[in-house]
């Protein structure tokens, strides 16, 4: 199984010093970030796309590309990209040129996202929601399947034997990101795509039916062997389970808190956040070994075949991050590697 990482590179406000993260500074740490996890042998590093002034990237293959340059070995994927307020053609030429960049690591994880900023943003109504995603997914797949395009459909203009440069040395790795929707799964079962399924909270056996359901869905259309899963679920390290608790329960809650108030969600309370980081909740909080365990009891859940742990849930201070970054390649990988070996 592969371990990875993500992050959304968080520039909230610190709120154990009360200061706005600075977007610059936040991107540089970033790349020094996804240097280490190379370096210690973790196998993928994600990163989001927000449009929002509490996270630092908007353009994720940029920074993809910039961390290709520093890393040997490492691959690299966004975590999401925004497909249905993006275009396609763009979105195949960037994530091709940095799979040239980075000799072949780069990976493409679409999705429709959890924010809906880059909608009015780039021109696009929300009442098309549903509609831009699946169409827009439908023209990158042609794109990813065939050198010359022709497509038409209601969102978009069409192409007429399109060729579209520069075509990939081998075909780009495109997964979908769902958040459990159950047409959404089954759709990425039935294209043969590799799904990551983002867990962030309740209990993660709520979620198992959703693996059924991608699985079934691509047996039943005839593709073998299966296509991957990806479990995704918030997480943070030390080297003490209430030290790790500590540390991160503050920006945790605030973030929490500040994204529940958009969405009518109840205000984070230290009760739930304790039930969460349990042996039986979503959020991997605690020691090494407590991550090693809850790891190892999802994949006797699911099966995955690779696990991503977000780090950081709000704004961290860049040696923590390092250091739980140390905890995760050094101890964390490797044991879960070695008990899932086989």
């Given at each position: 199984?592969?371990?990875?990482?993500?992050?959304?590179?968080?520039?909230?406000?610190?709120?154990?010093?009360?200061?706005?993260?600075?977007?610059?500074?936040?991107?540089?740490?970033?790349?020094?970030?996804?240097?280490?996890a190379?370096?210690?042998?973790?196998?993928?590093?994600?990163?989001?796309?927000?449009?929002r002034?509490?996270?630092?990237?908007?353009?994720?293959t940029?920074v993809?590309?910039?961390?290709?340059?520093?890393?040997r070995?490492?691959?690299l994927?966004?975590?999401?990209?925004?497909?249905?307020?993006?275009?396609?053609?763009r979105?195949f030429?960037?994530?091709?040129?940095?799979?040239?960049?980075?000799?072949?690591?780069?990976?493409?994880?679409?999705?429709r996202?959890?924010?809906?900023?880059?909608?009015?943003?780039?021109?696009?109504?929300?009442?098309?929601?549903?509609?831009?995603?699946i169409e827009?997914?439908?023209?990158?797949?042609?794109?990813?399947?065939?050198?010359?395009?022709?497509?038409s459909?209601?969102?978009?203009?069409?192409?007429r034997?399109?060729?579209?440069?520069?075509?990939p040395?081998?075909?780009?790795?495109?997964?979908?990101?769902?958040?459990?929707?159950?047409?959404?799964?089954?759709?990425?079962?039935?294209?043969?795509l590799?799904?990551?399924l983002?867990?962030?909270?309740?209990?993660?056996?709520?979620f198992?039916?959703?693996a059924?359901?991608?699985r079934?869905?691509?047996?039943?259309?005839?593709?073998?062997?299966?296509?991957?899963?990806?479990?995704?679920?918030h997480?943070?390290?030390?080297?003490?389970?209430?030290q790790?608790?500590?540390?991160?329960w503050?920006?945790?809650?605030?973030t929490?808190?500040?994204?529940?108030?958009?969405?009518?969600?109840?205000?984070?309370?230290?009760?739930?956040?304790?039930?969460?980081?349990?042996?039986?909740?979503?959020?991997?909080?605690?020691?090494?070994?407590?991550v090693?365990d809850?790891?190892l009891?999802?994949?006797?859940?699911?099966?995955?075949?690779r696990?991503?742990?977000?780090l950081?849930?709000?704004?961290?201070?860049?040696?923590?991050?390092?250091?739980?970054?140390?905890l995760?390649?050094?101890?964390?990988?490797?044991a879960?590697?070695?008990?899932?070996?086989?």
């Amino acid at each position: 199984m592969e371990l990875g990482l993500f992050t959304f590179a968080e520039t909230a406000i610190d709120p154990d010093s009360g200061r706005q993260l600075n977007a610059g500074q936040r991107l540089r740490d970033l790349l020094e970030e996804i240097e280490l996890a190379d370096q210690l042998g973790i196998d993928v590093y994600g990163v989001g796309e927000h449009h929002r002034p509490d996270y630092s990237v908007s353009a994720p293959t940029i920074v993809l590309a910039a961390a290709a340059a520093r890393t040997r070995r490492i691959k690299l994927t966004t975590a999401v990209t925004v497909l249905s307020s993006d275009d396609p053609v763009r979105v195949f030429q960037q994530f091709t040129t940095l799979d040239h960049l980075s000799n072949g690591r780069a990976e493409c994880m679409v999705g429709r996202g959890s924010f809906i900023e880059s909608f009015p943003l780039f021109g696009y109504d929300l009442n098309n929601y549903d509609d831009l995603f699946i169409e827009k997914l439908d023209l990158l797949l042609a794109l990813r399947d065939n050198e010359q395009v022709t497509w038409s459909g209601r969102q978009r203009a069409p192409l007429r034997n399109a060729v579209v440069h520069p075509r990939p040395d081998k075909p780009l790795a495109i997964w979908v990101a769902v958040g459990g929707t159950p047409q959404s799964v089954i759709r990425a079962g039935m294209l043969n795509l590799p799904m990551a399924l983002a867990i962030i909270g309740g209990s993660p056996e709520r979620f198992v039916p959703f693996a059924e359901l991608h699985r079934e869905a691509a047996t039943k259309a005839g593709h073998n062997p299966l296509p991957k899963l990806s479990i995704n679920s918030h997480g943070w390290l030390s080297t003490d389970s209430r030290q790790a608790a500590e540390e991160v329960w503050p920006s945790y809650s605030a973030t929490m808190n500040r994204i529940g108030r958009e969405r009518g969600w109840p205000p984070a309370t230290r009760d739930h956040f304790e039930q969460e980081i349990s042996p039986t909740g979503a959020v991997l909080v605690g020691s090494p070994q407590q991550v090693i365990d809850k790891i190892l009891r999802e994949h006797e859940l699911f099966g995955m075949d690779r696990f991503m742990l977000q780090l950081t849930v709000g704004s961290m201070p860049h040696d923590k991050v390092l250091r739980a970054i140390e905890l995760y390649g050094n101890v964390v990988a490797p044991a879960v590697r070695k008990a899932t070996a086989g």
